[in-house]
């Protein structure tokens, strides 16, 4: 079964600082990889994807992740964080079956904190 | 557009109650998915629709859980004789096929 672990549970970070939050996920085939943002009292929405192609991907609100797959890692990065990036971060997998996508596998989530 | 729809929102019962949570998915979404959130945990996958195939069920954690699809479209979670470790919310997802998925705002159980 695939797994995906987040590394950091908490992050608390000051306005500009430079953040990464890793994630690696356990999975010898073709797979999806998404990191979905849930802001307070909101649903969870898609914040970045890759599917295929540059392993260098950009999502919204500045964010960008890398697949390595060599490492099984999709980090999620983005150079200087302000206040409103404050939210639940979820890295996300799956098997890419070719024609449909199927269930994800979620990691546990990482909450970021940013301080103004 | 209008996007995932659940309700309740929020839903008390007594344990040994049974239960129904409805999602409506985003129109034309042909792929439904059921997960549940407890807390301090990750989202953990409980059923996936996909058009008219068969549903993949792998993720129901005891017979006590089932789900439907009706027409493609709204969909059902029942969980009979709740038991406090059910207690959770309960998120649905619809998505386009190879498109990533859309989120519902949940559904907070709470069996007392």
């Known amino acids: 079964a695939q797994s995906v672990s987040q590394h950091n549970h908490h992050v608390i970070l000051s306005e500009a600082a430079s953040l990464e939050l890793g994630c690696n996920y356990s999975?010898?085939?073709?797979?999806?990889l998404f990191w979905y943002v849930q802001y307070p009292g909101q649903h969870l929405q898609l914040l970045l994807k890759?599917?295929?192609?540059?392993?260098l991907v950009k999502g919204i609100k500045g964010f960008e992740a890398e697949f390595i797959k060599s490492k099984f890692s999709f980090n999620l990065r983005k150079p200087s964080v302000q206040w409103s990036d404050t939210a639940e971060y979820f890295c996300?997998?799956?098997?890419?079956?070719?024609?449909?996508?199927?269930?994800?596998?979620f990691g546990r989530g990482t909450q970021l904190t940013v301080w103004p | 557009g209008a996007g995932v729809s659940q309700s309740p929102s929020n839903k008390v019962t007594e344990k040994g109650k049974d239960v129904e949570l409805r999602c409506d998915p985003i129109?034309?979404?042909?792929?439904l998915y059921w997960y549940r959130q407890r807390l301090g945990q990750g989202l953990e996958f409980l059923i996936y629709?996909?058009?008219?195939?068969?549903?993949?069920k792998s993720g129901l954690p005891s017979d006590r859980f089932s789900a439907e699809r009706t027409g493609g479209s709204v969909s059902t979670l029942t969980i009979q004789r709740t038991q406090q470790e059910d207690s959770a919310v309960y998120l649905c997802?619809?998505?386009?096929?190879?498109?990533?998925?859309?989120f519902g705002d949940g559904t907070r159980l709470s069996i007392l």
């Open positions: 629709f996909q058009g008219n195939s068969a549903p993949d």
């Open positions: 890759y599917f295929s192609g540059d392993p």
């Open positions: 999975y010898g085939g073709t797979v999806n």
């Open positions: 996300a997998v799956n098997a890419d079956r070719g024609s449909t996508l199927g269930r994800l596998y």
């Open positions: 129109s034309g979404h042909t792929a």
């Open positions: 997802a619809s998505s386009l096929v190879y498109q990533p998925q859309h």
